[in-house]
């Protein structure tokens, strides 16, 4: 949890809590009505004040759904100004490692497998791990599960070692067979 997300979820249980407490001190619940030396006798059965205490119940009810949401992520928003990164943590403090430099990994990756003409990549980061999604050319003649096999082998091992994070699934589509330029004979 980020430090914003810990602050709204603290406040939130904070205004949860004295909501509930101020909504039955004036429903009467409670049997005294002095606190911190006031004397909240006039409180009881005042309905207007039991309404605010509800109504500060719900705001520390909705601090707490926002700070536990997946759309209020720094992380996410995060990724979406900077395109995207990995975050780990180490003794020391944070490392990133933006998409594009995966993308990258990737393609080095990709170079050491023979019957490829072209690659494009694309990355997406879930709870899993990584899901790297590899467009090719293959060269004519090469056997594609044989090639699609090695090639997510190597991009998923490769990935790994140098980024230290979790490769989930890599998805290989093979847009094309690469063709070499045919002589006609012309008539």
Request: proline share 2%.
């Amino acid at each position: 949890m980020t430090g914003v997300r810990t602050f709204f979820t603290v406040m939130g249980l904070i205004l949860l809590i004295g909501g509930l407490l101020f909504a039955f001190l004036t429903l009467g619940v409670f049997q005294g009505t002095m606190f911190l030396g006031f004397d909240l006798s006039h409180l009881v059965n005042n309905y207007t004040f039991t309404s605010l205490g509800f109504l500060v119940l719900i705001v520390g009810i909705l601090l707490i759904a926002l700070s536990t949401s997946k759309r209020s992520s720094v992380k996410e928003e995060d990724q979406k100004k900077e395109g995207g990164s990995i975050v780990s943590y180490t003794e020391i403090g944070e490392v990133r490692i933006s998409l594009k430099a995966v993308e990258n990994m990737v393609l080095s990756a990709s170079r050491k497998v023979n019957g490829i003409r072209e690659v494009s990549t694309r990355i997406d980061a879930n709870e899993q791990g990584l899901l790297i999604y590899i467009k090719i050319k293959a060269i004519p003649e090469t056997p594609i599960p044989a090639l699609a096999g090695e090639l997510q082998n190597k991009v998923r091992d490769y990935v790994q070692e140098i980024s230290g994070s979790n490769v989930s699934e890599v998805k290989v589509l093979v847009e094309n067979i690469a063709q070499d330029k045919i002589q006609r004979n012309p008539r």
